[in-house]
């Protein structure tokens, strides 16, 4: 059965370095809530409570519009093989772009990538279990690269050019801050 923990135990640590997809969801005080799938080589754990995630370029930006408006977040794995179990992580999150000294103090922690638009920060104040008895089994296969291919054919500059057109206002019209003040 479900358990509520202060933080990240070794145990779950190694549950969450096996995952290949986690999934995201923030809100503003207003206007609708985002979930969104990450996947890919973008989840780093930097202490029992403090994780990073790179967030790449894509259609919409709402994360960001969401922390900006409200910083919590709450993260969910769910086991799509093995032992079941859902873990959520709770907290309060923090965005870093290009143009701040905390995003390049972490990128190297990830493999390069063209769309690199943000890094998020979570400071952990709860981590929950849960059984997922009813999560289906799932094969993984292998990685999507069509993100990643589409990326380094945009280049910087294409991809800049990207942000201004579809990442600068949420789809509830709350500003990203991706091309700064």
């Not at 503003?28 to 996947?39: C, D, F, I, Q, T």
Request: contains cysteine.
């Amino acid at each position: 059965m479900g358990k509520q923990l202060d933080s990240i135990s070794a145990e779950l640590k190694e549950f969450i370095e096996k995952q290949k997809v986690f999934f995201v969801g923030t809100a503003a005080s207003e206007g609708r809530v985002n979930l969104s799938p990450k996947g890919t080589d973008s989840f780093r754990i930097l202490d029992k409570n403090k994780i990073i995630w790179l967030n790449l370029t894509g259609s919409g930006n709402e994360t960001a519009a969401h922390l900006l408006k409200n910083n919590r977040m709450t993260i969910m794995f769910c086991a799509f093989e093995g032992k079941p179990m859902i873990l959520r992580l709770y907290g309060q999150a923090k965005i870093y772009h290009k143009r701040e000294m905390e995003f390049h103090r972490y990128i190297n922690l990830f493999p390069e990538n063209t769309g690199s638009r943000q890094i998020i920060e979570l400071d952990i104040d709860m981590v929950q279990t849960s059984c997922g008895f009813a999560v289906p089994f799932m094969d993984f296969k292998e990685d999507r690269n069509v993100l990643n291919s589409w990326s380094e054919k945009q280049g910087k500059a294409g991809i800049e050019a990207y942000w201004e057109t579809k990442n600068t206002l949420s789809i509830d019209g709350f500003e990203t801050k991706i091309l700064g003040d």
